[in-house]
């Protein structure tokens, strides 16, 4: 085979496939799934982005919860997972028709927010505590939990068990988990008529920190 040839020959080859590759570029589907492919890419850039910062705003929030400084707490608005709330003041009640709740909702009314997951250890043991309280204080502190991290069929499961006696809302994506600076749960925040959070604590609550917690939250003024 003389070198001739076989220069012709990868020549050849090389235009073949570049004649194939153009074709591929000039493929409407192909196209497609590029575009498609670098939205998925930049959509996962963006969230890890903003994931970033949220953590960050939950951080300061902590630090400003122990400083004393009572900051607003964060807005969210979730779906409602568990309306059993005999422990609500009647005129909130109306509130559990709907498909989701927005904290706003609640201002006017101090409120005791908990953190949990149906697979966590310490809120299984808290749970009751939690229910004591949401009872002693029935129709004046508003009881509302959060669940993260899970899935709903065992978040159903874990809140028919304890009997809980308060309303329940699902953090899908982790925005609220995130927003609050939370690292783990339990995590319990009370906070005041003004939607001020007076008060923060990590770990499963006792009595006495929950009734600690809910005389800040009806005192501030």
Same mark, same amino acid.
């Given at each position: 085979m ?6 012709s020959e990868?020549?050849e ?15 409407p589907?192909f ?8 939205a998925a890419v930049?959509?996962l850039?963006a969230l890890?982005?903003?994931?970033? &910062?949220?953590?960050?705003?939950g951080?300061? %929030?902590? $630090?400003?919860?122990? #400083?004393?400084? !009572?900051?607003v707490?964060? @807005? ?6 568990w309306?059993h ?23 006017g009314r101090?409120l005791v ?6 697979w966590?250890?310490?809120c299984?043991?808290e749970a ?6 949401a009872?002693?204080h029935?129709?004046?502190?508003? &009881?509302?939990?959060?669940?993260v991290?899970? %899935?709903? $069929?065992?978040a159903? #499961?874990?809140? !028919?068990?304890?009997?809980? @006696?308060?309303?329940?809302?699902r953090d899908?994506a ?5 927003g609050?600076?939370?690292?783990g749960?339990?995590?319990t ?5 003004r ?5 923060h604590?990590?770990g ?18």
């Amino acid at each position: 085979m003389s070198a001739h040839f076989v220069v012709s020959e990868t020549a050849e080859s090389t235009r073949n496939s570049g004649d194939r590759s153009g074709q591929r570029n000039k493929n409407p589907l192909f196209r497609l799934l590029q575009l498609v492919a670098l939205a998925a890419v930049l959509g996962l850039l963006a969230l890890l982005v903003w994931r970033f &910062f949220a953590a960050n705003r939950g951080a300061e %929030l902590v $630090s400003a919860i122990r #400083a004393g400084k !009572r900051p607003v707490a964060p @807005a969210f608005t979730l779906p409602i997972i568990w309306t059993h709330s005999p422990t609500w003041p009647q005129p909130l009640q109306s509130l559990l028709t709907q498909k989701k709740l927005a904290l706003h909702q609640l201002r006017g009314r101090p409120l005791v927010v908990n953190f949990w997951a149906s697979w966590c250890i310490p809120c299984k043991q808290e749970a009751p505590r939690l229910n004591a309280a949401a009872h002693a204080h029935a129709g004046t502190v508003v &009881f509302l939990g959060v669940d993260v991290q899970d %899935l709903t $069929s065992d978040a159903h #499961a874990f809140l !028919r068990q304890h009997k809980v @006696a308060y309303a329940s809302l699902r953090d899908n994506a982790g925005a609220t988990y995130d927003g609050y600076g939370l690292t783990g749960v339990p995590e319990t925040y009370w906070i005041d008529a003004r939607g001020r959070i007076v008060a923060h604590f990590s770990g499963p609550v006792s009595s006495a920190q929950l009734d600690d917690g809910i005389r800040q939250a009806t005192a501030a003024g």
